[in-house]
């Protein structure tokens, strides 16, 4: 639920970083906050258990500038990842503009991933948001380890695509970041959408940015 | 609903807002009253300005009413509308205004809760007001920054992130 305050010329977004444990959700942030200058970012909050694994969750503020004398801040969260941790994690997506799906590419983790993916929906659809309507990008993560799944393997499981019913959204959508690839496309006579998806390396912060201004583009794209 | 509502507020609404913290603050003795939306964004702050980080303050206030609220679920209760947080010398006071907003009062021992807690059923029932005007406008009112913001922010992005 993006704020925008006229008094004060500001417009507030929240974007939230959800997946499963140990998939890279908090070293997305701690990049972040490591490479933007002091100036453009507040302090970062982590909500987190003694062996650092996020509790409640992750908060750090960043200032994206100023556009049309409106200051521009976006609010990133992450959510614990581990199964138990739902109702915490269900009160983080409350009033979210734009979500980051990070996933773990190791293939031992798929079936973490497809719960998490799932577990993301449910919450989401109980708050009675259409996750296939607000900015949602998906990012795959670990891509350097030996062990990562191949990216077609994790588009199917994690990214098969949602059905396309309003006509005008109707017509084939070149991804941008993957030629040869559509976001929206016909298969099997059905339209389909699917999420952008990046692939990322965070502990070595590739793909971050990439992924925080994609998903930054689509939220402001949003309120134009 | 695709997602969740943006809502915004005029001059003039900011302009009530702080009139009735102000004369809540003065009738109540309390330093600082802060309000936060419950996605904890900061919407306003009257008083004496806070000496800390106040995102993140805004921040872990939603998270703290939104945890609470849970808590009240779990034991039979529809929601906790108020919660204190005492400290030896410095207070906080919680209340819910019209659901999607929460008033935060710092207070030390220039007052006393009591007065506090009496205060701010007043100041929350003028800001109910206030903030339900504003959110029956939505649609009707400047809901969104004028066309064109989009090229404006994509030059931002390009250049925060080089």
Redesign the interface.
């Known amino acids: 639920m993006s704020m925008i305050n006229y008094a004060s010329r500001e417009i507030n977004c929240k974007l939230v970083y959800y997946g499963p444990g140990l998939g890279g959700k908090t070293t997305n942030l701690e990049h972040i906050y490591g490479k933007v200058s002091p100036n453009t970012r507040g302090k970062m909050i982590s909500l987190a258990t003694e062996t650092e694994r996020t509790l409640f969750f992750d908060f750090l503020p960043v200032d994206l500038g100023t556009i049309r004398g409106f200051k521009t801040r976006f609010h990133l969260y992450t959510v614990p990842g581990q199964v138990y941790y739902n109702a915490s994690r269900k009160l983080i997506l409350k009033g979210v503009d734009g979500i980051v799906f990070v996933a773990d590419s190791q293939i031992e983790r798929m079936e973490a991933n497809v719960e998490s993916m799932q577990n993301l929906y449910d919450n989401m659809s109980e708050y009675g948001y259409d996750l296939t309507k607000i900015p949602f990008i998906i990012q795959y993560n670990k891509r350097d380890l030996p062990n990562a799944a191949p990216i077609k393997d994790l588009q199917g499981s994690l990214n098969p695509g949602w059905p396309i019913e309003d006509g005008p959204q109707q017509r084939i959508t070149p991804d941008p970041t993957h030629t040869g690839e559509n976001l929206v496309e016909k298969v099997d006579n059905q339209w389909i959408g699917r999420a952008p998806y990046l692939e990322a390396v965070a502990v070595r912060g590739d793909g971050v940015f990439d992924t925080l201004k994609t998903v930054s583009k689509m939220v402001l794209k949003t309120l134009s | 609903?695709?997602?969740?509502?943006?809502?915004?507020?005029?001059?003039n609404?900011?302009?009530q807002i702080q009139q009735h913290l102000q004369a809540f603050l003065r009738d109540c003795n309390a330093r600082c009253a802060l309000l936060v939306?419950?996605?904890?964004?900061l919407?306003a702050t009257v008083g004496d300005p806070p000496q800390f980080?106040s995102?993140?303050f805004a921040?872990?206030t939603a998270?703290d009413f939104?945890?609470n609220d849970?808590l009240a679920k779990m034991i039979g209760e529809q929601e906790f509308a108020s919660l204190v947080h005492q400290g030896e010398k410095e207070s906080m006071f919680l209340a819910d205004v019209a659901k999607r907003v929460i008033l935060v009062v710092l207070f030390d021992q220039r007052t006393t809760l009591g007065l506090v807690k009496l205060k701010g059923k007043g100041a929350v029932e003028h800001l109910n007001r206030v903030f339900e005007a504003m959110f029956n406008r939505v649609g009707a009112g400047?809901?969104?920054?004028?066309?064109?913001?989009?090229e404006?922010?994509?030059d931002?992005?390009?250049?925060?992130?080089g």
């Open positions: 609903m695709a997602g969740a509502a943006s809502w915004s507020f005029s001059e609404d900011f302009k939306d419950r996605t904890g964004q919407v980080d995102a993140a921040s872990l998270a939104s945890a849970q400047p809901a969104a920054p004028e066309k064109g913001l989009l404006g922010a994509e931002e992005i390009d250049k925060l992130f």
